[in-house]
């Protein structure tokens, strides 16, 4: 099984992603944002940071990178890929997620021990979780609102698109508390909390991040 | 871009410096004294160029040349024995120290202050503060860890406090969060007077394989001179403006910012690309770009060398193209690297560079003989032996005198303020305290860090040290604490020292760690002042002989002086870090208890010492008495039982005692996890000979409370009596009890002290 | 209700990473003609009526003092948008 993991000038938990993909027993394949090639990975993840500084909008440029014109019809076409932090704004910013990130609404980096409700254990990163479950992931970033049009954040509810959502207070003013979404098809899932941050016992707040990987495992052994 | 200023016709050089001794230099306006100007005349054997006079006043500034700090460094080489060497593999003197730390591995962190930058502009002086030492660490060959930043600011309450940390808080998360590097501890420290000074000091440890340490020289004729990174922009050369002003009259310039605006972007990408540069074995030698631009690296990397360097200046690239040579040469922007490259690695080296999209441009080369000749479109500006600016700078014997403050201060004891007399009394301190702006919760400040970037974070704030892993494999790494009280060292500079020295020991090795090596940020005010000069000299002797006695070497550090307002000095605040290694960090221990059961010793002996402890000066605004005694030998065994228990598995946490005593080690560890204890001090009191005040608000020093594992009660306390290490059993950790519960006397519940602790600084700064 | 606007340039000689990021990803989409791009702020500040010279000069005021900072920043336009009903 190989799960690409992308780094764009200005990633910074690429090695981490990579890490926690080897710790499911997975072959981490590390994809350069300059080439158009997906390497034929069967599953991809964008990882935090702030890619080419994060300067005009966050993953706004990045969007524009030759990887994403490889991987957004893939995306498109089934290839389970999760954003992380960083990651998710790019996914937003190429539209394979609906919304918007924008800056807390305290204004301020945080990084904190988040705790999550999982709303949908049935997308391809989230299989290995129970329904309604509570877990601990690390949230880092200045820019994690979450904001969309109410019709926007209907269609998400309905659909039960909603992956995650804060549990306690709000940390950044998401709308409807909202921390991960998926697609309609359940292949791409983006979210600002890190579980590539949550894998290894010694390190990081909780293990709580390993069932994301072992989820896609499992998709990527059942296509 | 206009030629016409561009060109050498009207720039200053070599020859016609020959021809013109008398014209006026504007020396004095560069703070060159007169007999530094003359000697500069007489190294060169004419009058300087402006681009040589330049250099050398930038170069001769105290920042760079240590000029009245540096005979005292004597006192480092002095104290270092043999055994002390073993483990050190560059020492003081390289952009920063680099120690091994076994498997192969070699360490390397360095502490440096960007005090007087973080005031004028918070945000970009601490910014910039953080991107400068993490090009120091880079450029010894090493990928950087994480960073720290002891930050001390003036009265929590002053308005200008409410501009100055906010900015200086955004500014380390905003460049070293957007590095991708874990910020994992530091301090923050408030007294009225930092009020016009305050400390903004940064930290970078970085890692590295033994054999893959590059140091910073040009050695090798006809290897390349290349110069990386960002574009040179007029960033921090108010100062010589006044230069091209003096020698320019039309087209000059325009107005020169002070300040340096620092991209974390580009320092990131540079991060990776000098990584990628190491692998490929194609620097031979390289140089970060801080503090005096090209001016230093050019010097020191020749200096270094064993050869001359030549270096066309007119290829620079430059954001601003009104740029004269001299401001080019002084430059301080930001994300820049020079290195020196064998000819036959050069393509490869810019292949690299170029996958990075890093500019990378062939300056010169290394030459035969001693000088350093920098040219402007084809004419010589520049003719220097490399020493004479880089090494052989001024040297000051400042006069020293022990400052008459001193005996009043000594006079005026702690003995005479009010202290509790009953349980309530106490309560109310141990509230008060835990509220107050020292001990207070600092995540308003750490929470804007990323802890976890990188996923080799084993321990960060608030816990006593910070501790990485290193080796991925095998879980090596290494645990770094910061510590100062500047109360202290302004009762007593070398106590004060130590004390400093002896709390960042003793907080490595609670974390389980083995302490190995010291940096230090030595802030004073102005070297100017026999008092300062005193304390200085002082702290500089206490830090040196306290390594000694421990063990462990100095390996580098940073001198900050002129921290003060007017005649009032900042109190002398030697900050000092001390670095340990550990053989998997995955089993670091925690400053807070969580199993139910386990057994709290307190270790070592408490005496009746709140001299300028928190104590006295948060309740009571008081600054008198001595600090507590300095015992090397009880921190040494102390930190021995605490390694020992650690690696054997007898001790689940450990926290020490320091700031606020006993009363705030208990609540803070109490806090860590939410987890309460029942707490019995009858017996230490007994034994000590003191009443329950003080032993939980002395600042003694050698103590630790621990939490051991019953099953491991006996081979604890026999380890301690078999080694003579004094130890008490003072509690239990019991999650049936709410908080603190001081049996017989007082208890505290877990929201009182939450409440106290949590609320001061969101008080201030907001949500 | 009537607007003054304030648009804030980072200083000339003051380095904008900003700008440098948006002018670097240009060229990719095609946009070849930009030798640079520098990014700026805008603050909309509403009155109640017309915005009259008072307004305009205590806008200046308010410019120079909370909304540039004059280490690095200049304000480079304060004016009236007119009403905006």
């Known amino acids: ?223 | 871009m206009d030629e016409v200023t561009r060109s050498a016709a009207h720039v200053d050089t070599v020859s016609r410096a020959a021809q013109s001794p008398d014209v006026e230099q504007p020396w004095l306006e560069l703070g060159l004294k007169s007999d530094e100007y003359e000697r500069i005349r007489e190294i060169l054997g004419r009058r300087p160029t402006s681009a040589e006079l330049a250099m050398y006043s930038v170069m001769w500034s105290e920042h760079c040349s240590y000029k009245s700090s540096k005979v005292h460094f004597s006192l480092w080489g002095e104290n270092t024995t043999d055994e002390m060497r073993e483990r050190l593999l560059v020492g003081i003197g390289e952009n920063a120290g680099v120690v091994d730390i076994g498997d192969g591995w070699a360490v390397t962190f360095k502490a440096e202050s960007h005090n007087h930058p973080s005031y004028v502009e918070p945000y970009q002086g601490a910014a910039t503060g953080v991107g400068g030492i993490v090009r120091d660490i880079m450029s010894m060959g090493a990928r950087p860890l994480a960073v720290m930043d002891p930050l001390r600011f003036g009265n929590l309450n002053h308005p200008d406090t409410l501009r100055v940390l906010p900015g200086v808080v955004a500014g380390v998360g905003g460049y070293g969060n957007c590095l991708g590097l874990p910020n994992i501890g530091g301090e923050v420290v408030f007294d009225d007077c930092y009020q016009g000074n305050p400390l903004v000091n940064a930290l970078c440890v970085g890692a590295m394989r033994v054999e893959d340490i590059h140091l910073a020289k040009a050695s090798g004729v006809g290897n390349k001179v290349v110069l990386f990174g960002a574009k040179t922009g007029g960033d921090g050369i108010g100062g010589v403006s006044v230069l091209a002003s003096e020698t320019f009259d039309e087209g000059g310039p325009t107005k020169r910012p002070a300040v340096q605006v620092g991209d974390p972007f580009a320092e990131k990408v540079l991060i990776e690309c000098c990584l990628d540069l190491y692998a490929a074995h194609v620097v031979d030698g390289i140089q970060d770009l801080g503090g005096a631009g090209l001016s230093c690296a050019t010097s020191e990397l020749a200096s270094n060398g064993d050869g001359g360097m030549r270096v066309e200046l007119d290829r620079v690239p430059l954001r601003d193209a009104s740029l004269r040579p001299e401001e080019i040469l002084m430059s301080e922007s930001q994300e820049r690297m020079m290195a020196v490259v064998e000819p036959s690695r050069l393509g490869q080296f810019l292949e690299i560079t170029d996958r990075w999209d890093v500019e990378a441009t062939v300056l010169g080369e290394v030459t035969d003989g001693d000088h350093l000749v920098i040219t402007w479109h084809g004419e010589v500006i520049v003719d220097v032996p490399p020493r004479s600016v880089a090494h052989e700078g001024p040297t000051y014997h400042r006069p020293l005198e022990r400052p008459a403050y001193l005996d009043v201060l000594h006079d005026s004891t702690p003995d005479s303020l009010p202290r509790p007399a009953d349980a309530e009394g106490l309560k109310a301190d141990l509230l008060s305290l835990l509220a107050s702006p020292n001990l207070c919760d600092k995540s308003w400040v750490t929470d804007q860090y990323d802890r976890y970037v990188q996923g080799n974070t084993a321990l960060a704030m608030p816990d006593d040290a910070g501790v990485v892993r290193v080796d991925e494999q095998t879980g090596r790494g290494v645990a770094i604490s910061t510590d100062c009280n500047g109360r202290f060292a302004k009762l007593d500079p070398y106590a004060g020292a130590q004390l400093a020295l002896a709390e960042a020991y003793r907080n490595v090795a609670t974390a389980g760690a083995v302490p190995l090596a010291v940096t230090d940020c030595l802030n004073f005010g102005s070297p100017e002042d026999p008092g300062v000069m005193w304390q200085f000299r002082e702290a500089v002797r206490g830090i040196a002989e306290g390594c000694r006695h421990l063990g462990i070497p100095v390996t580098g550090g940073n001198v900050s002086f002129y921290n003060q307002t007017g005649d009032t000095a900042i109190h002398p605040t030697p900050v000092v870090g001390v670095l340990g290694v550990m053989d998997d960090v995955a089993r670091r221990t925690p400053s807070g208890w969580k199993a139910p059961g386990q057994v709290i010793y307190l270790l070592g002996r408490t005496r009746d010492e709140l001299g300028g402890g928190e104590w006295a000066h948060a309740l009571h605004g008081h600054l008198g008495g001595r600090p507590p005694r300095v015992d090397l030998d009880a921190e040494r065994l102390l930190a021995d039982i605490l390694v020992n228990a650690s690696r054997d598995g007898l001790v689940d946490a450990a926290h020490d005692l320091s700031d606020g005593g006993l009363a705030i080690a208990l609540a803070e560890a109490t806090l860590r996890y939410g987890v309460g204890a029942r707490i019995w001090l009858d017996a230490v009191c007994e034994r000590d000979r003191i009443d329950l005040f003080t032993a939980l608000f002395s600042e003694s020093a050698a103590r630790a409370v621990v939490a051991v594992p019953r099953s491991e009660e006996v081979r604890f306390t026999d380890m301690c009596t078999a080694r003579g290490q004094v130890h008490a059993r003072i509690g239990v950790v019991d999650d049936e009890t709410d908080g603190l519960d001081l049996q017989g006397q007082l208890t505290v519940t877990l929201a009182e002290l939450r409440d106290a602790h949590t609320g001061t600084l969101p008080a201030v700064f907001g949500r | 209700m009537g607007n003054v606007v304030i648009d804030v340039m980072l200083k000339p000689e003051i380095l904008d990473p900003q700008g440098q990021a948006v002018g670097g990803v240009l060229p990719r989409l095609g946009f070849e003609q930009f030798t640079e791009v520098r990014q700026g702020k805008r603050f909309v500040l509403t009155v109640d009526g017309d915005v009259t010279q008072e307004h305009l000069s205590a806008a200046r005021q308010a410019a120079e003092k909370l909304l540039s900072n004059p280490v690095i920043e200049d304000v480079v336009s304060v004016r009236a948008e007119g009403s905006a009903q």
Request: proline share 6%.
């Open chain 1, 1 to 223: 099984m190989k799960i690409g993991v992308v780094t764009f000038p200005g990633s910074l938990d690429d090695r981490d992603a990579v890490r926690a993909v080897g710790a499911v027993g997975a072959e981490a394949v590390p994809l350069w944002h300059g080439d158009a090639d997906l390497r034929a990975v069967d599953a991809v993840v964008l990882p935090g940071g702030f890619s080419y500084g994060d300067y005009l909008r966050c993953g706004a440029i990045a969007r524009f990178s030759p990887v994403m014109e490889a991987l957004v019809p893939a995306a498109r076409g089934g290839l389970p890929v999760l954003g992380i932090c960083n990651g998710f704004q790019v996914l937003c910013e190429s539209h394979l997620l609906p919304g918007a990130l924008i800056r807390n609404d305290h204004r301020k980096f945080s990084c904190l021990d988040q705790r999550l409700v999982v709303e949908n254990a049935a997308t391809a990163w989230t299989s290995q979780f129970e329904q309604g479950q509570e877990i601990t992931i690390v949230l880092k970033n200045g820019e994690g609102g979450f904001v969309a049009d109410d019709r926007t954040l209907d269609e998400l509810e309905g659909e039960g698109r909603v992956v995650f959502r804060y549990a306690g207070d709000n940390p950044n003013g998401s709308y409807r508390a909202i921390a991960g979404i998926t697609n309609e098809r359940g292949n791409v899932v983006g979210l600002m909390p890190h579980p590539e941050h949550c894998v290894e016992p010694g390190y990081g707040p909780s293990l709580d991040g390993l069932p994301f990987f072992t989820s896609v495992l499992q998709a990527m052994a059942q296509a």
